[in-house]
């Protein structure tokens, strides 16, 4: 049996987050529910209407080109694609095609792999069809004239995982740019795959696959598994690889057949006569670029090296660019309550704070978000606040059970902290004598364990100290009860 290599290139569409269409004033509203509604008569089609370039479309797609390092090319065309469907209303689609704003760029999608793009261009998108159970189909324009970003790369990835690390973090550069909400489930991205093998060291490319309909990077990952076997098993049979386009069927878990593409698709390709050639002036660029806020990258590198956090922690912490950019204004908090409570902190001591905000921000924090389904930019703890809470955990006001407790309630009422802990009595108890009572029922009530623990088996420490919080509802402080259990049960 032969080796393979698989080879996969991708054509990625994205509709772009403009308040307007790409030709006309219809609103471009992704959540709008009811069909037909924002149409007017250019996005429909109408004779005798005529389309006019939406300029924040054309803004958005030269930051995606500067975002991947493409040549933003100085002559750009609109063309028309011409093909008749029912969900295209003027029967052609207007498109890019010898002269897209993008050629070239790439994505580095791991230390050493880089994936090169081809060209990305700027589209309108269609129409959405829906098929009834009565057989028959329902569309709907609000979608149609939606400006859309199609990107295709050169065939460098390899594997399903390259293309889902490719997805992934191609959809958080277009949402860091806000080019994009880059939702897959809303059909705000989506990602077609095209797939050959060759035998191993051959430079020849076999014939490609082209895999549609996939709505997310998982599938999509599992798709090109699916298809590097269906493929090689062919091959090795000494079959032949139809040029096709197949669908992701994701209960199943395979691939299916949809349609064999025609050999080359005849879309009589002409210049829009209806839309002037761009000329895009470098000063425009040098714009756009200056107004590009920092990329996923180089925020990683900055959080790594400011906040001395571990990296795989950062890429966690940056993943969503709402959620990085609310952790900094917390970590800028951070530094107005330390002035404000008159204590220096050395740096040491402020790495520590920084990474017990990280630790709480991304497990307890993200937890409560994900459990009642909200978004960061929903919640009512200010960052304010949760830089104050964090303060109180680390100068052991309050000890870490009674934190998620605080926490909980913070995320519920939006409450300051210090607010919550007193009119709850949560305040940390370090008070001596207060634990030295709970020691003493604590001792009586486990004989065994306090003797193994005088016979030399540490572990056991941690145990009383657990019964003792326990006694004293979670608010003693853990340190100092282990401090008096060792004088207690040693001297
Ligand atoms: P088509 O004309 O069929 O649309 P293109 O040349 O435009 O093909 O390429 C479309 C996508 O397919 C690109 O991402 C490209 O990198 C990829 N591609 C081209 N040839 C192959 C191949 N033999 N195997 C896998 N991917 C390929
Ligand atoms: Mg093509």
Redesign the pocket.
């Known amino acids: 049996m032969a080796t393979y290599e698989p080879?996969?290139?991708?054509?990625i569409h994205a509709e772009l987050n403009t308040k307007t269409k790409m030709f006309c004033g219809s609103m471009n509203d992704p959540d709008e529910t009811h069909p037909n509604v924002t149409i007017c008569p250019i996005c429909m089609g109408h004779p005798g209407t005529l389309p006019v370039i939406n300029q924040e479309a054309v803004k958005k797609v030269i930051q995606v080109g500067l975002a991947l390092q493409g040549d933003i090319q100085e002559f750009a065309q609109f063309d028309r694609k011409n093909y008749f469907y029912p969900d295209l209303p003027k029967g052609y689609q207007i498109s890019q095609y010898q002269h897209p704003f993008v050629f070239g760029g790439y994505l580095d999608i791991l230390p050493n792999r880089r994936i090169r793009i081809?060209r990305v261009h700027l589209e309108e998108d269609t129409g959405r069809l829906q098929h009834d159970n009565e057989g028959a189909t329902l569309v709907d324009f609000n979608r149609a004239g939606v400006p859309l970003m199609e990107l295709?790369?050169?065939?460098d990835l390899r594997t399903g995982e390259e293309v889902r690390l490719f997805g992934e973090k191609l959809q958080q550069i277009l949402q860091y740019v806000g080019a994009s909400h880059a939702d897959m489930e809303k059909g705000e991205m989506r990602v077609e795959v095209?797939?050959?093998l060759r035998e191993a060291g051959s430079e020849k490319?076999?014939t490609?696959v082209e895999i549609k309909n996939i709505n997310s990077f998982k599938f999509a990952e599992k798709a090109v598994q699916y298809e590097i076997l269906r493929q090689s098993n062919i091959l090795d049979e000494g079959g032949t690889i139809k040029q096709e386009t197949r669908g992701w069927n994701e209960k199943k878990n395979e691939t299916f057949s949809q349609r064999s593409k025609e050999s080359s698709h005849d879309y009589r390709y002409f210049p829009e006569p209806d839309l002037p050639p761009l000329e895009i002036k470098k000063e425009f660029v040098d714009e756009l670029r200056s107004a590009l806020p920092e990329l996923p990258d180089a925020k990683r590198v900055r959080f790594v090296s400011e906040y001395g956090l571990e990296e795989s922690f950062v890429l966690h912490l940056i993943r969503d660019k709402a959620m990085a950019s609310y952790f900094e204004q917390m970590v800028s908090e951070l530094g107005e309550w330390e002035s404000a409570s008159g204590e220096q902190l050395d740096e040491k001591q402020k790495k520590e704070v920084i990474r017990l905000a990280a630790n709480y921000f991304t497990s307890d924090f993200q937890k409560l978000l994900n459990e009642t389904s909200s978004a960061i930019g929903d919640t009512l703890v200010t960052p304010e606040n949760f830089a104050e809470l964090v303060l109180l955990i680390y100068r052991g006001d309050i000890s870490s059970r009674v934190a998620k407790d605080v926490l909980e309630e913070m995320f519920r009422t939006g409450n300051d902290p210090s607010v919550i802990i007193r009119e709850k009595g949560l305040e940390q108890v370090s008070d001596e004598d207060a634990i030295a009572s709970a020691i003493a029922k604590v001792i009586v009530a486990y004989p065994e364990q306090v003797r193994d623990l005088q016979n030399g088996k540490e572990t056991i420490l941690q145990f009383l100290v657990g019964q003792v919080m326990k006694e004293m509802s979670g608010k003693a402080n853990p340190q100092v009860v282990a401090k008096l259990l060792r004088e207690k049960l040693y001297s």
């Open positions: 080879v996969i290139g991708l054509e081809e295709v790369t050169k065939p095209n797939i050959s490319f076999g490609k």
